[in-house]
């Protein structure tokens, strides 16, 4: 089965803290993708980073970086000093080749200045 | 084009009423998705498009729901026959099939219906 678990329903820091938001996942695939999107309160799934099971590679972009590692069946998210404007719910998907995504429950992160 | 386009925004509708609620993809995206997210909850596939073929459906596509892509481009929802707990966000997302699925989806700012 597939399926993905983000344990930690909220997730509250003060600005300038870094965070990390914890994506445990399962497939039975060898070929598989990971997604993270965030939700601000406008409803909108907004696209943050694709990753493909065979890259391990872990990624930067500005404040925001993921730690990919099969060994674990996780891909975890980090805000480095957060901003008021990080406030949202943060979703981790897993898709395969049927092409739907598997989304998890959501963290809520509230970043309070 | 801004993105993927949903409407309305929001509905409110009596039980036993039907409802349709649009989408409208990215112009060059020929695989389309419905999701339904409930409160607290991270969305749920109801169904795809490639084009105007509807490829799959999940098990929580009851017989009151309906989906649409006739010409490949637009897709309407139907709801028959409302019931409370089809209270939800309906989401739309669109991507470009490149043939190797390494694609993300992008999202539209959803329906939110509530049946009263």
């Known amino acids: 089965a597939q399926k993905v678990t983000q344990a930690q329903t909220e997730i509250s820091v003060v600005e300038k803290e870094d965070v990390t938001l914890d994506c445990v996942y399962e497939?039975?695939?060898?070929?598989?993708?990971l997604f993270w999107y965030k939700q601000p309160p406008s409803g909108e799934l907004v696209f943050l980073i694709r990753?493909?099971?065979?890259?391990?590679q872990n990624e930067i972009s500005g404040r925001y970086s993921w730690n990919f590692q099969k060994s674990t069946s996780s891909f975890n998210f980090t805000i480095t000093a957060s901003q008021v404007v990080d406030s949202a719910v943060y979703f981790c998907?897993?898709?395969?080749?049927?092409?739907?995504?598997?989304f998890g429950t959501g963290t809520r992160l509230q970043v309070f200045p | 084009d801004t993105g993927v386009s949903q409407d309305p925004r929001h509905k409110i509708t009596k039980r036993g009423q039907n409802v349709t609620f649009r989408c409208d993809p990215i112009?060059?995206?020929?695989?389309l998705y419905w999701y339904r997210q409930t409160l607290g909850q991270g969305p749920e596939f109801l169904t795809y498009?490639?084009?105007?073929?509807?490829?799959?459906k999940s098990r929580l596509l009851s017989d009151r729901f309906s989906a649409e892509r006739p010409k490949g481009s637009f897709s309407t929802l139907e709801i028959q026959r409302t019931e409370q707990g089809d209270s939800a966000m309906y989401l739309c997302?669109?991507?470009?099939?490149?043939?190797?699925?390494?694609?993300?989806?992008?999202f539209g700012q959803g329906t939110r219906l509530t049946v009263v």
């Open positions: 112009s060059e995206h020929n695989r």
């Open positions: 498009f490639q084009n105007e073929a509807q490829l799959e």
């Open positions: 997302a669109s991507s470009p099939r490149t043939g190797a699925g390494n694609t993300e989806a992008f």
């Open positions: 497939t039975r695939d060898t070929t598989y993708y």
């Open positions: 998907a897993l898709r395969h080749n049927t092409d739907k995504l598997i």
């Open positions: 990753r493909n099971s065979f890259d391990e």
